[in-house]
């Protein structure tokens, strides 16, 4: 009911907002008791970091009108009644079609998209100018059934090493899940599938030093307990949950930046709605500095042209290969393609 709204004062670079949260008392997240207020005023709490590290860049909105236990959709488009405050860019998807999507400059258009039914906000790798050449090489090490977040650790030390050789420098954040996400800063002066083939060369390299531990295999039935590389994170139009956003997971988990000091003595579950803004007040953003110094893909690129030369060609790209039996469905961009 529209006397429930609450109304939230939002800073930011602009000065205060006003952002309008209607149905308050919504629970978003029942197991841990998050109301959609709660998610509103995370955002508040954690804006400026949030915007750092999700701000202007083309975002899809995972929106949960009923809570993480209902329906959700995907917003890509400017719904009607956006604030004023709130842009979006012409994007190219991977179809050729070109469409707005939204972005986020400000904390107040994080808040308005929680007001939305907002919970994981999905950030594009390159800038909403140039949306065309990435500014971010992304790396999904994805745990298999039969391992667990302590074995991509490793991994994920590993690879930073590999990216380190590399000439670029690698952060770290869970991925709300079980997960991490390894992200490298670069110079936006190469295309998507440039990016794609330097991510792949990466996983190559890391797979051929822990052959018993990771894997690049795409086929689920060939993975084994293995902690894999998914290289098709970096297509175009394809993305994961951002720094700071909150995950769809019973006890509203975050995925989190965090340095790699902490890396081996953290758990992911310890990042939540509830905890994270206390750690930004108390521990800081271990991502601040992330866009200081960006490197360049040349060197990876170099060990993809050399594995080219070895007989290792292109990995599969998702669109050319059915989910495997007993998978979920993909989750629908649009209510209108749900019906």
Do not use: C
Not at 90 to 115: F, G, K, M, N
Not at 239 to 262: F, K, N
Not at 267 to 295: C, H, I, K
Request: no cysteine; hydrophobic share 40%; proline share 11%.
């Amino acid at each position: 009911m529209a006397g429930d709204a609450v109304v939230l004062t939002v800073p930011g670079p602009h000065g205060d907002r006003e952002v309008r949260i209607s149905s308050p008392g919504r629970v978003i997240f029942p197991e841990a008791g998050i109301t959609k207020l709660d998610l509103a005023k995370y955002l508040v709490e954690v804006g400026e970091a949030f915007v750092r590290a999700n701000g202007d860049r083309p975002v899809s909105l995972q929106r949960f009108p009923e809570g993480i236990d209902g329906e959700q959709f995907f917003s890509k488009n400017p719904p009607r009644g956006t604030p004023e405050y709130v842009r979006a860019v012409p994007v190219v998807y991977p179809s050729a079609r070109s469409h707005p999507q939204l972005v986020i400059d400000e904390p107040a258009a994080a808040v308005w998209a929680a007001q939305m039914n907002t919970v994981v906000f999905h950030p594009w790798p390159s800038r909403a100018e140039d949306s065309d050449n990435p500014d971010q090489l992304r790396i999904d090490l994805d745990p298999q059934p039969g391992t667990g977040f302590a074995d991509a650790v490793p991994a994920a030390i590993e690879l930073r090493k590999v990216l380190q050789e590399a000439g670029l420098t690698a952060f770290i954040k869970t991925s709300g899940n079980r997960g991490l996400h390894v992200f490298a800063p670069i110079v936006p002066e190469r295309e998507f599938l440039d990016v794609r083939h330097a991510v792949i060369a990466a996983a190559r390299e890391l797979e051929r030093r822990m052959p018993d531990r990771v894997t690049t295999a795409w086929w689920k039935e060939e993975r084994g307990e293995r902690i894999f590389v998914d290289f098709n994170q970096a297509n175009r139009d394809r993305t994961m949950a951002g720094a700071y956003s909150p995950r769809a997971l019973a006890h509203a988990s975050v995925s989190a930046p965090i340095s790699w000091d902490e890396l081996e003595h953290i758990s992911p579950e310890q990042f939540t709605v509830l905890t994270m803004p206390e750690r930004l007040r108390t521990v800081g953003d271990p991502w601040e500095a992330f866009a200081e110094q960006p490197g360049r893909i040349d060197e990876l690129l170099g060990w993809w042209e050399r594995d080219l030369s070895d007989g290792l060609g292109e990995l599969p790209f998702p669109p050319d290969y059915p989910k495997m039996p007993g998978e979920p469905p993909r989750v629908q961009p649009s209510r209108a393609k749900k019906a």
